[in-house]
């Protein structure tokens, strides 16, 4: 239950041991049977599948020349089978002409950048620094060092390069600890934060290293944060994008929360630290800031930081704001974005740093914007059903990724003046040529209070006002986040309505994209008004002719699983059956068990031991196991073994009282599995069972 950012752009790879060999096309290539490309996926009629969802290529990291000229990009393809992908480098002129692959491997290339010249492609392999001719595919080995690296960043003069690798700071394990049990397998704590989202505190910290580059070769680097228990980027899933050097590289700022255990566990409080690589000295640049501070850049004459930063403490789900220093005074920093009342992201500086390129949420939908440094105005300019993210610059041209409810990733180049995009990229065109795809609306449903929420609807291909469909309804999770028009590869609502149901989308209270007061109404208020949001938009959609009332089932994952528990005591008849994943069953359990803990702390006003902390105590009245007297509604339930943010004895509590209460249930639980489920099999598992069980109470009637 967390609001999570989607985009990540490092991650961790693993070395392959398959031969390598250079290819005619100068592509490097593996051996025979081990690539995996483009699926061949069987479409009987048009019609989408699980197993079609898993033939899409997935576009990744994108990124744009220097000149503006080229656009490199990664594709991802699946193999079901081998339950594994792997991920090839691909390039384009910035208007989608002279397409070509550059790597053809079965391993995974990824964190692609180019070099500040403009000369070559960098990524990462196997934990190993690479470059590639963009001209001629011909790839060289950059890094010699033993450490995996997880990310990286080129100084603009391309003379040194800064790497995240997992440095051991602390012992934690048994057989670390004492020499005579190798075996051992025990863990040893005495602080909390021991384990984060779905791995165990092992004492490895993520550390920036920089090392000279020569002749295009790196082989020794420094660790700049030499024995801090810290980590920058931070765990799970920041990336390069929270650090930045100075146009002059003679500076590095980075984000990082320099707490431990407790202090880290209660508190949001990350902070920007600047290192100086002549004196070797680190300051601090956010000093009274204490939220989170995070993703530092430079304009481009290094007169001004530009930096994402949040107010209040505690609260992971407050207003992201754009604040700007004048470097290095930490004190003239300022927000510009005061005017626009929603959380911005992929901040782009224009060349002559006069203005600065964003995304923020309309009405549920990630727009791109143009903020005005000089006079701080904020100017949208597209709209329309689609998300934008990662914004770049090519020339007169923006450039980013945009998915819809019902097409994957692609990559638009748009143009500034009139908000209008195209599509450059076309990796899945063909595949969505040969479905039947569903067509979705945005409607605006009056709740309880009279506000108008936006709700998407996806109607099945080939809909028919004159029939009578099925309703799914999905309650999101967060509480926080934009509920934008994405394309998820597990709640898939264009795979959902391909089966013939209707799927509505409610952005009931609590979600991003409808300003920052319909964000802040759903902490320590979780069960009310929310809950009366998506019992507005069902009684509203329901009253069309063509649903069918007798036939309505409802679905949600993390706070969207808590909204299932706690609808299947307070309903009212309305559904036939539920589906809760990652969800929250008792929030006092909840609140002594997640690894974020600031999180619970501030969403439910307190620990529920405090008897006195009456808003805390309210919270906690609101626990969906408390409702359970009232269950009489079949209901599954799913759960990830990993899963540290919500623990998987949160599912098993819920299923084990259904079970016991002589409720329809079932339980699918995965050992290897975290909050998500990411492993293609899994998610085939996943996806069949979900329409088992729906289908089963639905659809039989």
């Not at 991650?11 to 250079?22: D, G, H, I």
């Not at 165990?200 to 790196?218: C, L, P, R």
């Not at 949600?556 to 809760?580: C, D, E, N, P, T």
Request: charged share 25%.
């Amino acid at each position: 239950m967390k609001k999570i950012v989607a985009v990540i752009s490092m991650v961790a790879f693993t070395a392959c041991n398959s031969v390598e060999r250079k290819g005619g096309d100068g592509m490097q290539t593996s051996p025979e049977g081990s690539y995996i490309g483009i699926p061949d996926v069987k479409i009987d009629g048009g019609q989408m599948t699980p197993e079609v969802l898993w033939a899409f290529g997935r576009v990744g990291n994108m990124c744009v020349s220097p000149d503006g000229k080229r656009v490199a990009y990664t594709v991802t393809y699946y193999s079901i089978r081998e339950n594994r992908s792997n991920s090839d480098i691909y390039l384009m002129d910035a208007d989608g002409g002279n397409k070509k692959q550059l790597t053809k491997t079965s391993e995974r290339e990824g964190s692609l950048s180019w070099l500040p010249s403009g000369k070559a492609i960098a990524f990462l392999r196997g934990g190993r620094l690479r470059t590639v001719d963009p001209d001629n595919g011909a790839e060289t080995q950059v890094s010699d060092i033993k450490q995996s690296i997880e990310g990286y960043l080129y100084a603009p003069a391309e003379d040194r390069v800064l790497f995240i690798i997992p440095t051991k700071v602390e012992k934690y394990a048994g057989a670390e600890m004492y020499a005579d049990l190798e075996k051992a397998d025990a863990r040893i704590y005495d602080d909390l934060m021991y384990r984060h989202w779905d791995v165990w505190k092992d004492g490895n910290y993520n550390h920036i290293y920089v090392g000279n580059v020569t002749a295009g070769k790196v082989t020794a680097v420094e660790d700049i944060m030499p024995g801090e228990p810290y980590d920058s980027p931070m765990k799970p899933f920041g990336g390069t994008e929270e650090i930045a050097w100075s146009p002059d590289g003679k500076t590095i700022v980075y984000t990082c929360k320099k707490l431990t255990g407790k202090e880290y566990a209660f508190q949001t409080n990350s902070n920007l630290y600047a290192y100086d690589l002549g004196s070797r000295q680190t300051r601090l640049l956010t000093p009274g800031s204490l939220g989170y501070d995070k993703c530092p850049q430079f304009s481009p004459d290094g007169r001004r930081l530009l930096w994402s930063g949040m107010k209040r403490a505690g609260f992971e789900a407050d207003k992201e704001r754009i604040m700007v220093m004048d470097w290095p005074y930490p004190e003239t920093a300022r927000d510009m974005s005061e005017s626009l009342d929603a959380s911005p992201g992929s901040l782009q500086w224009t060349a002559d740093g006069n203005a600065v390129y964003l995304t923020a949420p309309y009405r549920e939908a990630n727009q791109i914007y143009r903020l005005d440094v000089a006079s701080g105005s904020i100017v949208r300019l597209t709209d329309g059903n689609h998300d934008y993210q990662g914004v770049r610059i090519a020339g007169d041209r923006l450039i980013a990724i945009r998915t819809t409810n019902v097409s994957p990733a692609e990559i638009y180049r748009i143009n500034p003046v009139d908000g209008k995009g195209e599509d450059i990229s076309s990796v899945n065109k063909e595949l969505l040529d040969r479905l039947n795809v569903p067509s979705v609306e945005k409607r605006f449903i009056k709740t309880t209070d009279h506000k108008q929420m936006v709700t998407w609807v996806i109607y099945p291909p080939g809909f028919d006002r004159t029939g009578k469909y099925p309703l799914l309804m999905m309650c999101t999770g967060g509480p926080q986040g934009v509920l934008g028009p994405s394309f998820s590869y597990r709640w898939n609502y264009m795979l959902m309505a391909s089966q013939g149901y209707v799927v509505i989308v409610p952005a009931r209270r609590g979600t991003s994209g409808s300003g920052q007061e319909w964000n802040d109404a759903i902490s320590k208020n979780h069960g009310l008004q929310d809950e009366q949001d998506l019992l507005s938009a069902v009684d509203a959609v329901s009253r069309e002719p063509w649903i069918d009332k007798s036939r309505m089932g409802a679905m949600g994952a993390s706070y969207g699983g808590y909204s299932i528990f706690h609808l299947a005591g307070s309903h009212g008849g309305r559904f036939k059956a539920f589906l809760a994943h990652s969800g929250i069953f008792n929030m006092e359990f909840m609140y002594s068990t997640t690894e974020e803990m600031f999180f619970e702390e501030w969403e439910t006003g307190g620990a529920p031991w405090n008897r006195d902390n009456e808003t805390a105590q309210r919270s906690y009245a609101r626990s969906p196991h408390l409702s359970v007297k009232n269950w009489d509604t079949p209901i599954m339930i799913v759960h990830g073994e990993r899963d540290f943010r919500i623990p998987y004895a949160q599912g098993m509590a819920a299923y084990n009282t259904a079970q016991m209460l002589g409720i329809e249930s079932r339980l699918l639980i995965f050992p290897t599995e975290n909050h998500w489920v990411l492993s293609p099999q899994n998610a085939i598992v996943w996806q069949r069972e979900f329409f088992r069980w729906f289908d089963k109470h639905l659809k039989s009637l």
